[in-house]
């Protein structure tokens, strides 16, 4: 059967993701650094990541819902431990009572139709960020001594930001701790882990940084990027001085230069924010985007490599904190938001 060759593509770094991992681990002291592995590893390829990252050493991951875990159930080895940080809803309860995963609990209505099982399971404790978790105040509606629980948790609002809320976060939950207990605690995500040994507790769950993600400065020289996304030229032109470019005439050349056409756009998640701001490279020569972003076609400027052709690959400058300073995107944007249209190589 005939396979169209893909346009664009994403070079995935193996190594840089597994040192990432060990990295965060040992920053996380005596805890265990797991890993989030939640919307498709961040964009990654959930299946590749979990199965590097188990082989090298880690035992806890975190996906979001249960079409995620099922994705994961047949590369579950022995020690590994699979946790839905949606909890589990009446819908979900044919399938979670059967698998391998453990559900979060985030309420009592879900701890009560989890109770019947008898299976393990994790706990979400609300500490101030007040989204997913069960309040202190409602901890005495449930027995929770009678309850298999492996990992009593809470999540970190503003671990990027050196402010009051962590401490607070902190505080609450110790206290909380008291009402609740299971086998282990956890409470960092990624830039959690830098605020210290008394955030780090027995468990710790990065994401962003395990894909190479920064967000806090102590990251910045120990995470390595990931993900390289490269797309192919489509056609290259000579533009003369005065010609407009792209929708709504946002580049106008001042002077005759060479442009390549290139096949990636914000369909692929290669968003409008990098228009006239984002940077290809070749080879270490920069080559400035040019104009919008259209949906499927980006211009990059080809002063510094004139040879270009049609058919050769050009790689976005995609180190994660640089292309935000680029885009004004989060983080966490640039990366979840990579399309499926990418073919993903890990090298």
């Known amino acids: 059967m005939f396979d169209p060759a893909p346009t664009a593509r994403l070079r995935l770094d193996s190594q840089a993701l597994v040192n990432n991992w060990q990295k965060l681990d040992e920053l996380s002291g005596r805890a265990?650094?797991?890993?989030?592995?939640?919307?498709?590893?961040?964009?990654?390829?959930?299946?590749?990541?979990?199965?590097?990252?188990?082989?090298?050493?880690?035992?806890?991951?975190?996906?979001?819902?249960?079409?995620?875990?099922?994705?994961l159930n047949a590369y579950i080895e022995p020690g590994t431990r699979l946790s839905v940080l949606s909890g589990v809803r009446a819908q979900d309860m044919a399938f979670a009572s059967t698998s391998p995963a453990k559900p979060v609990l985030n309420s009592i209505e879900q701890t009560q139709r989890w109770i019947p099982t008898g299976r393990p399971c994790d706990v979400m404790l609300n500490s101030g960020m007040n989204r997913l978790g069960i309040n202190a105040?409602?901890?005495?509606?449930?027995?929770?001594?009678?309850?298999?629980?492996?990992?009593?948790?809470?999540?970190?609002?503003?671990?990027?930001?050196?402010?009051?809320?962590?401490?607070?976060?902190?505080?609450?939950?110790?206290?909380?701790?008291?009402?609740?207990?299971?086998?282990?605690?956890s409470l960092c995500n990624s830039a959690g882990i830098l605020?210290?040994?008394?955030?780090?507790?027995?468990?710790?769950?990065?994401?962003?940084?395990?894909?190479?993600?920064?967000?806090?400065?102590?990251?910045?020289?120990?995470?390595?990027?990931?993900?390289f996304p490269e797309a192919q030229i489509l056609q290259v032109r000579t533009l003369k001085q005065g010609d407009k470019l792209g929708y709504?005439?946002?580049?106008?050349?001042?002077?005759?230069?060479?442009?390549?056409?290139?096949?990636?756009?914000?369909?692929d998640g290669y968003l409008r924010g990098f228009s006239n701001q984002g940077v290809f490279t070749y080879e270490q020569q920069?080559?400035?985007?040019?104009?919008?972003?259209?949906?499927?076609?980006?211009?990059?400027?080809?002063?510094?490599?004139?040879?270009?052709?049609?058919?050769?690959?050009?790689?976005?400058?995609?180190?994660?904190?640089?292309?935000?300073m680029h885009s004004g995107l989060s983080q966490y944007e640039l990366i979840t938001g990579l399309g499926n249209r990418f073919a993903r190589h890990w090298l």
């Not at 027995?143 to 298999?148: K, L, V």
């Not at 605020?195 to 390595?224: M, N």
């Not at 709504?248 to 369909?267: F, K, L, Q, S, T």
């Not at 259209?294 to 690959?313: C, G, H, N, R, Y």
């Open 195 to 227: 605020l210290g040994s008394e955030y780090h507790f027995d468990c710790t769950r990065p994401g962003l940084s395990l894909y190479g993600g920064r967000q806090r400065s102590e990251l910045a020289g120990v995470i390595k990027q990931v993900v």
């Open 286 to 324: 920069e080559l400035p985007v040019l104009g919008q972003v259209s949906m499927d076609l980006i211009a990059v400027d080809l002063t510094a490599a004139p040879q270009l052709k049609e058919s050769d690959w050009v790689t976005a400058q995609y180190d994660l904190p640089l292309a935000s």
């Open 32 to 71: 265990n650094a797991g890993a989030a592995i939640k919307a498709n590893a961040y964009g990654l390829g959930a299946i590749d990541v979990f199965k590097r990252l188990q082989s090298a050493g880690c035992h806890d991951f975190f996906v979001a819902n249960w079409q995620e875990a099922q994705e």
């Open 248 to 267: 709504n005439a946002r580049y106008i050349a001042e002077r005759d230069h060479p442009v390549a056409i290139i096949a990636m756009g914000y369909a």
């Open 137 to 185: 105040g409602d901890l005495a509606m449930v027995d929770w001594a009678a309850m298999d629980i492996d990992l009593v948790m809470s999540h970190l609002a503003s671990a990027d930001e050196d402010g009051p809320q962590n401490r607070d976060q902190l505080n609450e939950f110790s206290s909380t701790l008291k009402r609740i207990s299971g086998k282990r605690i």
